[in-house]
T-cell receptor
Framework: AQSVTQPDIHITVSEGASLELRCNYS??????LFWYVQSPGQGLQLLLK??????LVQGIKGFEAEFKRSQSSFNLRKPSVHWSDAAEYFC????????????FGKGTMLLVSP | DAGITQSPRHKVTETGTPVTLRCHQT?????MYWYRQDPGHGLRLIHY???????DKGEVSDGYSVSRSKTEDFLLTLESATSSQTSVYFC?????????????FGSGTRLTVV
């Protein structure tokens, strides 16, 4: 069975500082990997995705993530955080096929301090 | 979110009553999903559909049923609502054959069972 672990429930980062959110997955083959962001009271918005090719993927809002097969990780990074980045972030994994259900991590709440 | 609408957005109901939540899409996507979101649990899959009248259970399907009589509509029914079903419910859609399309999420339905 596939699973996702986001080790950090909350993270506080100063505005302008760099950010890294951790995601570890468990899956038997090459997975599809996703990062979503959720602002309060809103649905989830796709930030970026990985399914093959270059292991460093770029997303929206200046985010990037790196797939490391040897570490079963897909960490999300941003070089300089803005106050508007405060939200909850979810990592998700799915089967490497044309369709699959996604399994989500429990989320990491990002707080941005002035 | 564009192309996917959930109704109602908020609902308060009494224990033991049936409740139906609706997800409507205009994207003609084949796959539709119902998730629930609870603090500390992230998103968990309730049911999903891979075509008209084709549905399957997710990890937390007990107490829920679904129906899909048209491509655009996916209904989630709580047969007899319980307090443990108080949650935020999200519908999502996806279409295979596009690499790793990920999901598009609706804005959610906040359900309170009293």
């Amino acid at each position: 069975a596939q699973s996702v672990t986001q080790p950090d429930i909350h993270i506080t980062v100063s505005e302008g500082a760099s950010l890294e959110l951790r995601c570890n997955y468990s899956y038997g083959a090459t997975p599809y990997l996703f990062w979503y962001v959720q602002s309060p009271g809103q649905g989830l918005q796709l930030l970026l995705k990985y399914f093959s090719g270059d292991t460093l993927v770029q997303g929206i809002k200046g985010f990037e993530a790196e797939f490391k097969r040897s570490q079963s990780s897909f960490n999300l990074r941003k070089p300089s955080v803005h106050w508007s980045d405060a939200a909850e972030y979810f990592c998700a994994v799915g089967a490497n096929s044309g369709y699959s259900t996604l399994t989500f991590g429990k989320g990491t709440m990002l707080l941005v301090s002035p | 979110d564009a192309g996917i609408t959930q109704s109602p957005r908020h609902k308060v109901t009494e224990t033991g009553t049936p409740v139906t939540l609706r997800c409507h899409q205009t994207e003609n996507h084949r796959y539709m999903y119902w998730y629930r979101q609870d603090p500390g649990h992230g998103l968990r899959l309730i049911h999903y559909s891979y075509g008209v009248k084709d549905t399957d259970k997710g990890e937390v399907s007990d107490g829920y049923s679904v129906s899909r009589s048209k491509t655009e509509d996916f209904l989630l029914t709580l047969e007899s609502a319980t307090s443990s079903q108080t949650s935020v419910y999200f519908c999502a859609i996806s279409e295979p054959g596009q690499g790793a399309p990920g999901y598009t999420f609706g804005s959610g339905t906040r359900l309170t069972v009293v």
